[in-house]
C-alpha cells in the first residue's frame, strides 16, 4: 500500500493534507457526496453545485421530452473515475464508460419513474431515495464526473504548492461544459501514477455513506409516517400497550402490509409529498459531518494526528528571521489537523491583488458548526487568513496593520496572528479591539502558549467545544 504522500515523498501524513491521502494502487472506499458539496459556502463549492445543477436538469428535461438520444448522449459519457481511486473497486482500478447497456438502464428507470417526470425529484441525491439502480457508488461516480473540472483545478492548486509533479496534456476525462451542455474530452496538466492520472479529492466532501438514503428516509420518515396513519384510521394493526393504553403499531406490521424498497418509497412520496419536504428540509438542517480523523486514519491506514510532535517541531525553531519559512510551515502542518474539518483548503502564500500582496494562509470557512460557523453566519468570513511572525518579540502594530490590510468585503474580515510570543496580551487585544471599532477586522492572536491550549482542548473527546479559546478573544473584540 503506498499513499500519494509517500509515492511523492511529501513529508506528510493525512492530518497534515487536505485531500483523501488514497492508495496510489487501488481504491479507498469512501464517496463523493453531491449533498456534501451543498454545504461548503465557498466559491469552489458554489462552482461545484451549479455545474451539478445544470447537468442534471438537462438529464430531467431530456428525459422527460421524451428525448431518448439525448439522454443516453448525456448518461452514456459518463466514467467510473479511476482518477481519484475512490469507490468499491478491487484491485488496480479498471475505469469503464458507463456503456450503452447500463446508461440505457439508467435511462429506462429514470424515465419510468413518476416522480421524476412530475417533478418531485429536482436534485441528484433524489435519485437514490427512488431510483432502483441507483445507489451510493453511481451516484459518487456521477458527482465526481460532473465536477471533473473544479477537481482538475483543486489538484493543480494542491500540487503546486506541495511540490507534486505534473504532466501536461494529460487525458483528463469528459469534462461537462455548461455553456454548451455537452460533455468534451478534458486534457490538463496533472500528476500521474503508474498508468493512470491522478485526481485529488478534498476530504471534507467524502463520506462512508451518502447523506441521502433509501433505508434512512424509509425507516424515519415513511414509517413513522404510516404508523400514525394506521393509528388515525383505528386499523387492525393498532395495539394498545399494556398498563397505559397507549396505542402503537409495530414497525414490522407495516413492513408486512405496505412492503419496503424503492418502489414504496417512490408511491408514498407521490401520494405524500410532504414526507420528501421534510427529509430535505431536516437534512439541510443537519449537514452530513465530515468523516473525523480517527475515521480517515481508518480508511488510509494512516495514524491519527499527533497534535504533540507538532507542537514540538514550531517549539524547535529559534525565533527569528532565519527559521521564519520552516516556522510558517510548521504553523500550516499544526493548523491544518487542529481546524479541521471547520477550516479547509490551506492555500500556501495565498496571491491578493494580482499577486502585488500574499497572505501566509488562507483557509476556506467550510464549518457547519463550532466557533468559525458562528462566527461566519455574524460576519463576513468566507475565508480566514493567518499571518506567521516568528519574532523573538511580540507582534506590533504594524503586524496588525498588516494583516488588516488583507482584509476586504469579499475576501472576509477575520485573520489570526500567529507568533512566538505576545507578553502583554491584555494591550494586544486592546490594540486589536481598536482595529476593530475602526471597521478594519477582527483579529486574534496566538502564540506557542494558546496554540499548546488549542491543543490540549482538541484532544479532549467529547469534551467541551474545542474552539473556546478563540470565541473568548473574538468576545472580547466586540464586547
Keep these: 500500500m503506498t499513499r500519494v504522500s509517500e509515492h511523492f515523498a511529501l513529508g506528510l501524513a493525512q492530518p497534515q493534507l487536505d485531500f483523501v491521502d488514497v492508495d496510489v494502487a487501488t481504491d479507498t472506499e469512501v464517496y463523493v457526496d453531491p449533498h456534501a458539496l451543498r454545504q461548503l459556502r465557498t466559491e469552489w463549492g458554489r462552482d461545484c453545485v451549479a455545474l451539478l445543477q445544470h447537468y442534471f436538469r438537462c438529464v430531467l428535461a431530456a428525459i422527460r421530452a421524451g428525448d431518448t438520444a439525448r439522454a443516453d448522449e448525456l448518461l452514456g459519457q459518463l466514467r467510473e473515475p479511476n482518477q481519484t481511486r475512490l469507490g468499491q473497486s478491487q484491485g488496480q482500478p479498471a475505469g469503464h464508460a458507463l456503456g450503452p447497456t447500463l446508461a440505457a438502464d439508467v435511462r429506462d428507470q429514470l424515465a419510468r419513474s413518476e416522480a421524476l417526470r412530475t417533478g ?65 474530452q478534458g486534457y490538463a496538466t496533472l500528476p500521474w501514477v503508474g498508468q493512470h492520472a491522478l485526481l485529488l479529492v478534498p476530504k471534507v466532501i467524502v463520506r462512508r455513506r451518502l447523506d441521502f438514503d433509501a433505508d434512512d428516509y424509509y425507516n424515519r420518515y415513511i414509517i413513522p409516517f404510516l404508523q400514525e396513519e394506521e393509528i388515525r384510521a383505528g386499523t387492525e394493526l393498532v395495539r394498545l400497550l399494556k398498563g397505559t393504553g397507549q396505542p402503537r403499531v409495530d414497525k414490522q406490521d407495516i413492513v408486512e402490509k405496505y412492503g419496503k424498497g424503492k418502489a414504496v418509497n417512490e408511491a408514498m412520496t ?62 500550516e502542518a499544526l493548523l491544518t489537523p ?52 516568528n519574532y523573538a518579540e511580540g507582534p506590533a502594530n504594524p503586524e496588525l496593520d498588516q494583516l488588516a490590510g488583507r482584509f476586504s468585503p469579499r475576501r472576509g474580515n477575520f485573520g489570526l496572528l500567529v507568533c512566538r510570543t505576545i507578553a502583554d496580551k491584555n494591550f494586544f487585544v486592546a490594540r486589536c479591539r481598536d482595529t476593530a471599532d475602526d471597521g478594519r477586522g477582527f483579529i486574534v492572536g496566538l502564540d506557542d502558549a494558546d496554540l499548546t491550549a488549542l491543543v490540549a482542548a482538541r484532544k479532549v473527546e467529547n469534551g ?10 473574538f468576545n472580547a473584540l466586540v464586547n
Design 120 to 184: 418531485l425529484i429536482e436534485d441528484l441525491e433524489d435519485t437514490i431515495l427512488m431510483i432502483p439502480l441507483i445507489g451510493r457508488d453511481l451516484i459518487s461516480d456521477i458527482t465526481t464526473n460532473v465536477i471533473r473540472e473544479p477537481l482538475i483545478r483543486y489538484t493543480q492548486q494542491v500540487c503546486e504548492d506541495l511540490g507534486i509533479p505534473m504532466e501536461d496534456g494529460v487525458v483528463a476525462g469528459p469534462v461537462w461544459d455548461p455553456a454548451t451542455e455537452e460533455w468534451s
Design 270 to 331: 407521490r401520494a405524500h409529498p410532504q414526507l420528501l419536504d421534510s427529509y430535505r428540509r431536516a437534512k439541510r438542517r443537519h449537514a452530513p459531518p465530515a468523516i473525523p480523523h480517527a475515521g480517515l486514519a481508518d480508511l488510509t491506514g494512516t495514524p491519527p494526528p499527533d497534535f504533540d510532535a507538532l507542537l514540538a517541531v514550531i517549539a524547535a525553531i529559534a525565533p527569528g528571521n532565519a527559521g521564519a519559512s520552516r516556522y510558517h510551515r510548521a504553523v
Design 338 to 389: 487542529l481546524f479541521y474539518p471547520w477550516l479547509t483548503n490551506l492555500i500556501h502564500e495565498a496571491e491578493i491583488h494580482s499577486g502585488r500582496k500574499r497572505i501566509d494562509i488562507r483557509f476556506d470557512n467550510t464549518a457547519a458548526a463550532g466557533f468559525f460557523d458562528w462566527v461566519g453566519s455574524r460576519y463576513t468570513v468566507p475565508y480566514v487568513f493567518a499571518e506567521c511572525k
Design 464 to 473: 467541551p467545544d474545542p474552539l473556546r479559546l478563540l470565541r473568548r478573544r
